[in-house]
Nanobody, 122 residues
Framework: QVQLVESGGGLVQAGGSLRLSCAAS????????MGWYRQGPGEQRELVAD???????RYADSVKGRFTISRDNAKNTVYLQMNSLKPEDTAVYYC??????WGPGLRRHNVWGQGTQVTVSS
């Protein structure tokens, strides 16, 4: 069974930093796009940043220059370094991955993590 496990959320003051991690587990053959989304109270889930298997990145305008997405392909892990956090960054952050796994044969999966809360106080 393929799953994503997130860590690194928490409570931080405005201007502070947090680093989120998301590790894919299971009989994984390879990962393609990996990304981070967030959903604030009463809001729709939105893309924060994503990264291709080759390392190309894109960011939401609201986080450009403050957040950095990276990945470790050997560990099937994606990271989100969040600096200069603002109260409006408060949300549940979800990891998403497009990957290929064994069982039986090779199958493509699109998987979501369980979410991790990020709260930024003013």
């Amino acid at each position: 069974q393929v799953q994503l496990v997130e860590s690194g959320g928490g409570l931080v003051q405005a201007g502070g930093s947090l680093r989120l991690s998301c590790a894919a587990s299971g009989t994984i053959y390879g990962t393609n796009n990996m990304g981070w989304y967030r959903q604030g109270p009463g809001e729709q889930r939105e893309l924060v940043a994503d990264i291709t298997g080759g390392g190309s990145t894109r960011y939401a305008d609201s986080v450009k220059g403050r957040f950095t997405i990276s990945r470790d392909n050997a560990k099937n892990t994606v990271y989100l370094q969040m600096n200069s956090l603002k109260p409006e960054d408060t949300a549940v952050y979800y990891c998403n991955a497009d990957l290929v796994a064994w069982g039986p044969g090779l199958r493509r999966h699109n998987v979501w993590g369980q979410g991790t809360q990020v709260t930024v106080s003013s």
